[in-house]
Nanobody, 120 residues
Framework: QVQLVESGGGLVHIGGSLRLSCSAS????????MNWYRQAPGQQRVWVAG???????NYEDSVKGRFTISRDNAKNTMYLQMNSLKPEDTAVYYC??????????????WGQGTQVTVSS
């Protein structure tokens, strides 16, 4: 079983920055894809940014140029650097990783979510 633990959320003013982290632990053999999602109050969870293994990084249009997804393979950790934050970025942010464990079984794990609030 693979567990993800998120950190880094908080309250920030408009135009501020935050960096979210998502660390994976467990019997990980490989990670195929890393993604960030967010869910605003009363809305569905939506995809924000993704980093497939060996593929091109992609961003949802509203965060392009402001958010940067990255990974540290040695630590099984991914990050979401968020700059120029806007009130509409307020949401609970979730990380997601898909891959294979040491038994060859596929996993699709989610973090617990971290609140990001952008205030004026």
């Amino acid at each position: 079983q693979v567990q993800l633990v998120e950190s880094g959320g908080g309250l920030v003013h408009i135009g501020g920055s935050l960096r979210l982290s998502c660390s994976a632990s467990g019997s990980i053999f490989s990670i195929h894809a890393m993604n960030w999602y967010r869910q605003a109050p009363g809305q569905q969870r939506v995809w924000v940014a993704g980093m497939p293994s060996g593929g091109r990084i992609n961003y949802e249009d509203s965060v392009k140029g402001r958010f940067t997804i990255s990974r540290d393979n040695a630590k099984n950790t991914m990050y979401l650097q968020m700059n120029s934050l806007k009130p509409e970025d307020t949401a609970v942010y979730y990380c997601n990783m898909r891959g294979a464990d040491l038994l060859g079984l596929q996993f699709d794990s989610w973090g617990q979510g971290t609140q990001v609030t952008v205030s004026s």
